[in-house]
């Protein structure tokens, strides 16, 4: 049996919160103690709180004045009102409320019924009942009502990588499930980007917003967590990263990602997602022979039903890549092709060094026949370019093939580094006419003076 305790300033706030759960008939009062009770399981709101303030002093130096209480039995619990009314009184006399007025009302709005407890911690001379060591007090009188009513203990478990990860369960205790799906997602799976992060999180029946603001005249940047049914619609209120943990954070996504892009090899997923599409003749043929390699397909569809978003799920690996990164051929354009169209698409063998966590270059172009010498010695020659969206690609002797760029202003070189093919033979003198970045005297004092300037700007004026 878990027990959580809050404490409040609002007793009316709490008494109302109550009372529209038996008005909605998702919940029912139990017992009183002190407070009037009609025994029709019904509440007066106004008669209640009226009745509360009866023993109110009128002068205490408490500001939280009211404790709210829940104590949430094992599912497996099977216990009837009268246990759950005696299992009450014997909990708040042992913590030391026995002769304060408090509400028991049980709550029917989730599979896993439990009460709440509303009381007041000011007493009538105008002290107050301590809340010191509530936590640990409240966790013995539990354990020990737990050995005497024969109820399932409730042990915190160890979150370890190789737990198995299970759906939220909407009759059990929806926060920690959450915080702990969240911490093994992010033990196990790598992902880049928040996409894919929801990928994953929901198949658990997890979904995740980023939150961006400004209070106060500073920014804010946040995310929020939600459980989900199996249809997509959320179950139970929406928690803050920050009431889960710090793995759960911006901060703590935002550096998993940007460490995954580092460590991400796509070559054993594509390989595997390849030879379930060469095997397959369909939607449902390819799910299912992506199911028996361990993968798992996201797709997502527009309102009029065509795939907007294709993620590949490989739990053999630990990633999550959206279909471009695999290839064109991946897509969700290409998908959405096959499955309505039949188009087929022609998958395209992995390249040997094919860059991790990128996406793979259109093989398909027509190659350039010409084949440059190889210059270990020249760094700038490599096979490896860099597309105009600053990714990684490869290619084997491509015509597209870029010099890498300068990656700081003070650091260049009067080496010339141009194309991969500056290294064949020509005529004598030709040399001179290469194009490429090369050694620009001009520019390179530009960047001197530059450089000059940011010096002086960090030293200050001159007093």
Known sequence: MVAKISLGSSLYGAIVYNGEKINK????????????NDGSGNIDIHRAFEDFKRWMPQHTKA????????????????????????????????????????????????????????????????SCISDKNNFYRSKEITRELERKYGLHTAERQKITPDMPIKKIDPSGDIKRQVANTVKMVGMRYKFQTIGEYNAILGLYNIRCEQTDGRVNGRE?????????????????SPFKASRLGKFASRTAIDGRMERAKDKIDIR??????????????????????LKERNIDLILRYTDTGRIYGATFIDHNTGTVLNGWRLGKEFSANSLEKWFTAGEKPSVIPVAPDVQQGQPQPDMQSTPDTRQPPQDNSQSGNSQSSTTSGGQNTTGSGSATSQSQPFSQPQSRTRQNNSSAYDD????????????????????????????????????????
């Open 25 to 36: 008939e998702k919940g029912r009062v139990l017992d009183t103690n002190k407070i009037y």
């Open 63 to 126: 500001e939280k004045t009211m404790m709210h209480i829940s104590l949430n039995p094992h599912p497996d619990d099977c216990l009837s009102e009268m246990q759950y009314t005696q299992l009450a009184h014997e909990y708040m006399e042992k913590m030391g409320f026995a002769e304060m007025p408090y509400i028991i009302v049980k709550h029917a709005d989730i599979d896993r019924h439990h009460i709440h407890i509303v009381a007041l911690r000011v007493r009538p001379d105008g």
């Open 220 to 236: 804010y940047h946040g995310l929020v967590y939600f459980a989900i049914d199996d249809n997509g619609k959320t179950i139970a």
């Open 268 to 289: 054993p997923t594509r390989q595997a997602v390849s030879e379930a599409m060469a095997e397959s003749s369909g939607k449902d043929d390819f799910i299912a022979k």
């Open 424 to 463: 064949v033979p020509t005529l004598p003198g030709l040399d001179l006419f290469q194009t490429g970045p090369g050694f620009d005297p001009q520019e390179e004092a530009f960047y001197r003076e530059l450089q000059r300037r940011r010096k002086k700007k960090r030293r200050g004026p001159k007093l």
